[in-house]
Protein backbone atom coordinates (compact mmCIF):
# COMPACT_ATOMS: atom_id res chain seq x y z
CA UNK A 1 0.00 0.00 0.00
CA UNK A 2 0.54 3.87 1.27
CA UNK A 3 3.36 5.66 2.77
CA UNK A 4 3.80 5.00 6.11
CA UNK A 5 5.11 7.54 8.86
CA UNK A 6 7.91 6.42 10.65
CA UNK A 7 9.11 8.54 13.89
CA UNK A 8 12.71 9.08 13.38
CA UNK A 9 13.48 10.91 17.10
CA UNK A 10 14.74 13.73 18.39
CA UNK A 11 15.97 15.49 15.05
CA UNK A 12 14.20 13.85 12.23
CA UNK A 13 10.20 14.60 12.88
CA UNK A 14 11.42 18.05 10.83
CA UNK A 15 12.79 18.88 7.67
CA UNK A 16 14.90 21.64 9.51
CA UNK A 17 17.73 20.00 11.30
CA UNK A 18 17.80 21.82 14.09
CA UNK A 19 16.45 21.69 17.80
CA UNK A 20 12.99 21.61 17.94
CA UNK A 21 11.57 24.40 20.16
CA UNK A 22 8.16 24.56 19.13
CA UNK A 23 6.57 21.66 21.16
CA UNK A 24 3.55 21.07 23.22
CA UNK A 25 2.53 21.02 26.40
CA UNK A 26 2.77 17.17 26.88
CA UNK A 27 5.91 16.82 24.73
CA UNK A 28 8.82 14.90 26.55
CA UNK A 29 11.19 17.92 24.94
CA UNK A 30 9.50 20.27 26.52
CA UNK A 31 12.00 20.98 29.90
CA UNK A 32 14.93 21.07 27.51
CA UNK A 33 13.33 23.46 25.02
CA UNK A 34 12.42 25.65 27.62
CA UNK A 35 15.76 25.40 29.37
CA UNK A 36 17.47 26.55 26.13
CA UNK A 37 14.72 29.48 25.64
CA UNK A 38 15.10 30.61 29.38
CA UNK A 39 19.06 30.69 28.98
CA UNK A 40 18.63 32.75 25.85
CA UNK A 41 16.41 35.16 27.43
CA UNK A 42 18.61 35.40 31.13
CA UNK A 43 21.62 36.06 28.82
CA UNK A 44 19.53 38.57 27.08
CA UNK A 45 18.70 40.50 29.78
CA UNK A 46 22.10 40.52 31.66
CA UNK A 47 23.74 41.65 28.57
CA UNK A 48 21.22 44.03 27.90
CA UNK A 49 21.64 45.38 31.77
CA UNK A 50 25.61 45.14 31.02
CA UNK A 51 25.29 47.49 27.89
CA UNK A 52 22.85 50.00 29.08
CA UNK A 53 25.53 50.27 32.49
CA UNK A 54 28.22 51.01 29.85
CA UNK A 55 25.29 53.35 27.90
CA UNK A 56 25.08 55.14 31.24
CA UNK A 57 28.73 55.20 31.89
CA UNK A 58 29.94 57.31 28.64
CA UNK A 59 26.78 59.14 29.22
CA UNK A 60 28.30 60.29 32.43
CA UNK A 61 31.50 61.12 31.40
CA UNK A 62 30.50 63.06 27.66
CA UNK A 63 28.17 65.32 30.04
CA UNK A 64 31.44 65.93 32.56
CA UNK A 65 33.66 66.80 29.67
CA UNK A 66 34.98 70.13 29.01
CA UNK A 67 34.16 72.12 26.02
CA UNK A 68 37.27 71.90 23.13
CA UNK A 69 38.58 69.61 20.48
CA UNK A 70 39.38 66.74 23.16
CA UNK A 71 36.03 66.73 24.79
CA UNK A 72 34.16 67.03 21.08
CA UNK A 73 36.46 63.88 20.13
CA UNK A 74 35.54 61.75 23.14
CA UNK A 75 32.00 62.86 22.85
CA UNK A 76 31.47 61.87 19.45
CA UNK A 77 33.22 58.44 20.64
CA UNK A 78 30.97 57.73 23.01
CA UNK A 79 27.74 58.43 21.01
CA UNK A 80 29.11 56.40 18.67
CA UNK A 81 29.43 53.50 21.33
CA UNK A 82 25.77 54.20 22.69
CA UNK A 83 24.84 54.15 19.12
CA UNK A 84 26.27 50.88 18.31
CA UNK A 85 24.64 49.38 21.72
CA UNK A 86 21.64 50.51 21.04
CA UNK A 87 21.44 48.52 17.76
CA UNK A 88 23.33 45.42 19.45
CA UNK A 89 20.08 45.12 22.08
CA UNK A 90 17.97 46.25 19.46
CA UNK A 91 18.67 43.26 16.43
CA UNK A 92 18.97 40.60 19.45
CA UNK A 93 15.57 41.89 20.69
CA UNK A 94 14.00 41.74 17.30
CA UNK A 95 15.85 38.15 15.99
CA UNK A 96 14.78 35.94 19.63
CA UNK A 97 11.86 37.44 21.33
CA UNK A 98 9.19 36.83 18.74
CA UNK A 99 10.76 33.35 18.42
CA UNK A 100 10.00 32.93 22.68
CA UNK A 101 6.78 34.20 22.12
CA UNK A 102 5.99 32.18 19.32
CA UNK A 103 7.53 29.73 20.90
CA UNK A 104 5.63 30.13 24.09
CA UNK A 105 2.19 30.49 22.24
CA UNK A 106 2.62 27.36 20.51
CA UNK A 107 3.36 25.21 23.74
CA UNK A 108 0.37 26.73 25.51
CA UNK A 109 -2.03 25.82 22.01
CA UNK A 110 -2.61 29.68 21.00
CA UNK A 111 -1.61 28.43 17.68
CA UNK A 112 0.12 25.90 15.74
CA UNK A 113 3.51 27.69 15.01
CA UNK A 114 4.95 24.31 12.85
CA UNK A 115 4.36 25.86 9.74
CA UNK A 116 6.66 28.79 10.77
CA UNK A 117 9.13 26.63 12.26
CA UNK A 118 11.71 26.10 8.81
CA UNK A 119 11.42 29.84 8.15
CA UNK A 120 11.67 31.38 11.71
CA UNK A 121 14.76 29.14 12.65
CA UNK A 122 16.51 29.49 8.81
CA UNK A 123 15.87 32.69 8.34
CA UNK A 124 14.88 35.19 11.02
CA UNK A 125 17.22 33.34 14.04
CA UNK A 126 20.48 33.26 11.90
CA UNK A 127 19.92 37.38 11.31
CA UNK A 128 21.41 38.12 14.36
CA UNK A 129 24.31 36.26 13.95
CA UNK A 130 25.04 37.75 10.65
CA UNK A 131 24.15 41.37 12.03
CA UNK A 132 26.50 41.19 14.88
CA UNK A 133 30.07 40.96 13.16
CA UNK A 134 28.87 43.93 11.05
CA UNK A 135 28.02 45.46 14.22
CA UNK A 136 31.12 44.93 16.03
CA UNK A 137 33.60 45.24 13.65
CA UNK A 138 34.34 49.01 12.66
CA UNK A 139 35.94 48.12 8.88
CA UNK A 140 32.81 46.22 7.75
CA UNK A 141 30.70 48.40 9.40
CA UNK A 142 32.13 51.23 8.18
CA UNK A 143 32.40 49.81 4.48
CA UNK A 144 28.57 48.58 4.86
CA UNK A 145 27.88 52.42 5.97
CA UNK A 146 29.82 53.40 2.63
CA UNK A 147 27.53 51.06 0.21
CA UNK A 148 24.07 52.21 1.82
CA UNK A 149 25.13 55.66 1.58
CA UNK A 150 26.38 55.21 -1.93
CA UNK A 151 23.33 53.59 -2.98
CA UNK A 152 21.18 55.72 -1.11
CA UNK A 153 22.49 58.44 -3.17
CA UNK A 154 22.04 56.59 -6.56
CA UNK A 155 18.94 56.38 -5.83
CA UNK A 156 18.42 59.65 -4.96
CA UNK A 157 19.90 60.98 -7.93
CA UNK A 158 17.65 58.62 -10.13
CA UNK A 159 14.49 59.96 -8.74
CA UNK A 160 15.73 64.06 -9.22
CA UNK A 161 16.75 62.68 -12.68
CA UNK A 162 13.28 60.91 -13.34
CA UNK A 163 11.18 64.02 -11.38
CA UNK A 164 13.07 66.87 -13.37
CA UNK A 165 12.36 65.30 -16.59
CA UNK A 166 8.69 64.69 -15.75
CA UNK A 167 8.75 68.65 -15.09
CA UNK A 168 9.86 69.23 -18.30
CA UNK A 169 7.39 67.25 -20.12
CA UNK A 170 4.97 68.81 -18.20
CA UNK A 171 6.07 72.69 -19.28
CA UNK A 172 6.37 71.90 -22.41
CA UNK A 173 3.17 70.34 -22.41
CA UNK A 174 -0.03 72.33 -23.30
CA UNK A 175 -4.05 70.83 -23.06
CA UNK A 176 -5.80 71.52 -26.30
CA UNK A 177 -8.41 73.80 -26.60
CA UNK A 178 -11.40 72.97 -24.94
CA UNK A 179 -14.48 74.22 -26.30
CA UNK A 180 -16.39 77.12 -24.18
CA UNK A 181 -19.98 76.90 -23.37
CA UNK A 182 -21.20 80.31 -23.50
CA UNK A 183 -21.89 81.73 -20.29
CA UNK A 184 -18.76 80.32 -18.79
CA UNK A 185 -15.59 82.61 -18.44
Not at 98 to 104: A, E, L, R
Request: with cysteine; proline share 4%.
Amino acid sequence: GGVSHQVLGFYGNDPVCLFKFFVSADDHQIIYSWSLLGTNFVCFGIISICYITVFGITSASSSSLSQGAAGDLVRNRNQRLQRKISIIILTDLLCWLPFIIISFLHTIGKIDASPWYALLSILVLPINSVINPLLYDEIIGSSLCGLLRNASNRVRDFVNTITTQIRNMASRYTPPDIAREPGHT
